[in-house]
């Protein structure tokens, strides 16, 4: 079981690698990221983008470019479209964003002919965060990517952090459904969705996990507000995975911890026939790693 | 208290305790009525105040060889004049069970209902639960609603909870075992009752019900049927021995009920829940016993 983002690196060395297909990879902040996880020997990296620009960055940067296989694809669409091409071919299992406009991007994975998506598939984000004052890593959706998730979106990001959960060597993972209280106040729609997806899970219609909700964070990661509310609780107190009722919730949740408690991270999007991976420039160079590591991972499984 | 299994081991625990209650029935110059009342009165629990038309109850008692004597009978030849009186008389402490005769449903529920005059508090559920004795059950069942709340909203179904619960009490079953129907035991967004059944599930597991165990959803054959729950392979603290059913609709109830005391030889005793003292309205289709078993409850469940 991995309880630290930097195990799954270990992780990877030691198993097979795994392929990058980066998105209009024209800078060096996407270059940098990729070039730092193919010098680890975690993946192996396909550049889709400028082949000119893309020499020229590694020539700056002194990244050797014999390491990575080059696609040229000069205009930013197409690049994006090619890398999921790639994918879409057997010739990747992780797809990232380079220089490319976040929207160009996912329009070229939700393409319903060309795209990435599984049909009825419900695209989402994990973060997995690692906090000095928890004692194992703990695994959140959605921080960014689905607003309002309703009960059947919710179910989805439950599977989804059970998935991730159990790459990372959790094997009943332990689910708390959160919201503002763990008492069911049938007029918060958190409380009254946790309710059902608890006793979904009861009834095997959501596998492989102890799931519990609702549950406030307090009662869900900290023993002894369990023991004090006396819960009668698998999960209270020691969850390994967090649904959020909002994207509010747990985007101010996460960026709280980084910010304010030292908290290390990696995320992806899931839902996708691959991982993706939506790095932005203000990430640090770990949650960069900690991303690409996260995401081949993932693949891998 | 040793639980009480049976209808008769209702009666039998009344007979016992000496328990006495007074019933006031309103408008009672209804022959099935006085029938079931005498019968409840010579068991020695009951004590009735007939309110109605004098000369008519007292007719009808002789042609069902009744001594009308054995009843208080108050002269009001007026249906809703002898239904209010008989709700005043409740409200007053002067009776502790209010019983329909003759009067329409209708304008008996109207007194019971009165805001200023009837017994229900403000912003109570009202609702009906059943005592089922059914031969091939080894215990007693109570069910609800089979006959006031067509589509029970998420509140109202916490209530009949609740209700079917104190009932239960009543009868010795401390801790009883609710199991909230639905046609299948996974929840469903489609079905509306089943997720108000996850979410009672959950508000049952952070003490929010007390005094229970309660899950949900539940087809029938989980419920009461342990045979069932092993094919099955569900884990529910209920394991097939139920002790209350919570329908998701009154039509679903009826059937039920209803079904059972037509092919399995089932007999009832069932009350109107929510209001301050037992309001006993009874079918007039139900059988001799049925009617008997009303009062009987009716006593048990009065303070």
């Given at each position: 079981?991995?309880?630290?983002?930097?195990?799954?690196?270990?992780v990877?060395k030691n198993?097979e690698?795994?392929?990058?297909?980066?998105?209009y990879?024209?800078?060096s902040h996407?270059?940098?990221?990729?070039?730092d996880?193919?010098?680890r020997?975690?993946?192996?990296?396909?550049l889709?983008?400028?082949k000119?620009?893309?020499?020229?960055?590694c020539?700056?940067h002194?990244f050797?470019i014999?390491?990575?296989t080059?696609?040229?694809?000069?205009?930013?669409?197409?690049a994006?479209q090619k890398?999921?091409?790639l994918i879409?071919?057997g010739e990747?299992?992780?797809?990232?964003?380079?220089?490319?406009?976040t929207?160009?991007?996912?329009?070229?994975i939700?393409?319903?002919?060309?795209?990435?998506?599984?049909?009825?598939?419900?695209?989402?984000?994990?973060?997995v965060?690692?906090?000095?004052?928890?004692?194992?890593?703990l695994?959140?959706?959605?921080?960014?990517?689905?607003?309002?998730?309703?009960?059947?979106?919710?179910?989805?990001?439950?599977?989804y952090?059970?998935?991730v959960?159990?790459a990372?060597?959790?094997d009943?993972?332990?689910?708390a459904?959160?919201?503002?209280?763990?008492?069911?106040?049938?007029?918060?729609?958190a409380?009254?969705?946790?309710?059902?997806?608890?006793?979904?899970?009861?009834?095997?219609?959501?596998k492989?996990?102890?799931?519990?909700?609702?549950?406030?964070?307090?009662v869900?990661?900290?023993?002894?507000?369990?023991?004090?509310?006396?819960?009668?609780s698998?999960?209270a107190?020691?969850?390994?995975?967090m649904?959020?009722?909002?994207?509010?919730?747990g985007?101010?949740?996460?960026?709280?911890n980084?910010?304010l408690?030292?908290?290390?991270?990696g995320?992806?999007?899931?839902?996708?026939?691959?991982p993706?991976?939506?790095?932005?420039?203000?990430?640090?160079v770990?949650?960069?790693?900690?991303?690409?590591?996260?995401?081949?991972l993932?693949a891998?499984k | 208290?040793?639980?009480?299994?049976?209808?008769?081991?209702?009666?039998?625990?009344?007979?016992e305790?000496?328990?006495?209650?007074?019933?006031?029935?309103?408008?009672?110059?209804?022959?099935?009525?006085?029938?079931?009342?005498?019968?409840?009165?010579?068991?020695?629990?009951?004590?009735?105040?007939?309110?109605?038309?004098?000369?008519?109850?007292?007719?009808k008692?002789e042609?069902?060889?009744?001594?009308?004597?054995?009843f208080?009978?108050?002269h009001?030849?007026?249906?809703?004049?002898?239904?209010?009186?008989a709700?005043?008389?409740?409200?007053?402490d002067?009776?502790?069970v209010?019983m329909?005769?003759l009067?329409?449903?209708?304008k008996?529920?109207?007194?019971?209902?009165?805001?200023?005059?009837?017994?229900?508090?403000?912003?109570?559920?009202?609702?009906?639960?059943?005592?089922?004795?059914?031969p091939?059950?080894?215990?007693?069942?109570?069910?609800?609603d089979?006959?006031?709340?067509?589509?029970p909203d998420?509140?109202?179904k916490i209530?009949?909870?609740?209700?079917?619960v104190?009932?239960?009490?009543?009868?010795?079953i401390e801790?009883?075992k609710?199991?909230?129907?639905?046609?299948?035991?996974?929840?469903?967004?489609?079905?509306?009752?089943s997720?108000?059944?996850?979410?009672?599930?959950?508000?049952?597991?952070?003490?929010?019900?007390?005094?229970?165990?309660?899950?949900?959803?539940?087809?029938?054959?989980?419920a009461?049927?342990?045979?069932?729950?092993?094919?099955?392979?569900?884990?529910?603290?209920?394991?097939?021995?139920a002790?209350?059913?919570?329908?998701p609709?009154?039509?679903?109830?009826?059937?039920?009920?209803?079904?059972?005391?037509?092919?399995?030889?089932?007999?009832?005793?069932?009350l109107?829940?929510?209001?301050?003292?037992?309001?006993?309205?009874?079918?007039r289709?139900?059988s001799?016993?049925?009617k008997f078993?009303?009062?009987a409850?009716?006593?048990?469940?009065?303070?």
């Amino acid at each position: 079981m991995i309880t630290r983002l930097d195990q799954i690196i270990d992780v990877l060395k030691n198993s097979e690698k795994k392929r990058l297909v980066a998105a209009y990879a024209n800078d060096s902040h996407t270059i940098g990221a990729v070039n730092d996880a193919v010098m680890r020997g975690i993946i192996d990296a396909t550049l889709v983008g400028d082949k000119d620009i893309i020499a020229k960055t590694c020539t700056e940067h002194n990244f050797d470019i014999s390491k990575f296989t080059i696609v040229h694809e000069p205009n930013e669409l197409k690049a994006a479209q090619k890398a999921v091409e790639l994918i879409n071919n057997g010739e990747g299992d992780m797809i990232m964003k380079g220089l490319v406009s976040t929207d160009k991007y996912m329009k070229a994975i939700l393409n319903k002919e060309k795209g990435l998506m599984p049909p009825k598939a419900v695209l989402s984000h994990v973060t997995v965060m690692e906090n000095p004052n928890y004692h194992k890593l703990l695994v959140m959706s959605d921080v960014a990517v689905i607003p309002q998730p309703d009960l059947s979106q919710k179910i989805a990001l439950t599977n989804y952090v059970i998935n991730v959960a159990r790459a990372l060597g959790i094997d009943k993972p332990k689910v708390a459904l959160i919201a503002a209280t763990e008492q069911v106040l049938p007029k918060m729609q958190a409380c009254v969705d946790a309710s059902i997806i608890s006793k979904m899970a009861d009834r095997g219609q959501i596998k492989n996990a102890y799931v519990d909700g609702p549950l406030a964070i307090d009662v869900a990661i900290d023993k002894e507000s369990a023991e004090i509310k006396k819960m009668d609780s698998i999960v209270a107190g020691d969850a390994d995975c967090m649904v959020f009722p909002n994207i509010e919730a747990g985007n101010v949740f996460y960026k709280t911890n980084t910010k304010l408690a030292n908290a290390e991270l990696g995320a992806m999007v899931v839902g996708a026939k691959c991982p993706a991976i939506l790095s932005s420039r203000g990430d640090s160079v770990r949650t960069k790693l900690y991303s690409i590591a996260l995401a081949a991972l993932v693949a891998s499984k | 208290m040793e639980p009480i299994r049976s209808l008769d081991q209702m009666v039998d625990h009344l007979r016992e305790s000496g328990r006495k209650k007074k019933i006031a029935v309103a408008y009672a110059q209804d022959p099935n009525t006085i029938g079931a009342i005498a019968k409840a009165i010579e068991e020695g629990f009951v004590e009735a105040v007939m309110i109605g038309d004098e000369e008519e109850i007292r007719k009808k008692a002789e042609e069902e060889h009744i001594n009308p004597d054995i009843f208080t009978i108050v002269h009001m030849p007026n249906d809703v004049a002898a239904t209010t009186e008989a709700v005043r008389m409740a409200r007053m402490d002067e009776v502790d069970v209010v019983m329909k005769g003759l009067v329409g449903t209708d304008k008996f529920l109207k007194a019971v209902l009165n805001k200023e005059h009837g017994l229900l508090p403000p912003k109570a559920v009202m609702s009906y639960v059943c005592a089922l004795d059914l031969p091939k059950y080894n215990k007693l069942l109570f069910v609800s609603d089979t006959a006031v709340l067509p589509y029970p909203d998420l509140n109202q179904k916490i209530a009949m909870v609740k209700y079917a619960v104190k009932m239960a009490q009543k009868f010795g079953i401390e801790k009883p075992k609710v199991a909230l129907i639905s046609a299948t035991e996974k929840p469903n967004p489609v079905f509306q009752g089943s997720v108000d059944d996850a979410i009672i599930c959950k508000m049952a597991d952070r003490g929010q019900i007390k005094d229970c165990i309660v899950d949900g959803p539940l087809d029938v054959f989980l419920a009461c049927d342990p045979a069932s729950v092993e094919i099955k392979g569900v884990a529910t603290p209920i394991n097939g021995e139920a002790d209350c059913l919570i329908f998701p609709s009154l039509e679903a109830c009826n059937s039920f009920y209803k079904g059972l005391m037509l092919f399995a030889g089932g007999e009832l005793g069932g009350l109107i829940q929510g209001t301050t003292k037992p309001v006993v309205v009874m079918s007039r289709s139900e059988s001799e016993k049925s009617k008997f078993y009303c009062i009987a409850l009716s006593v048990l469940m009065a303070d």
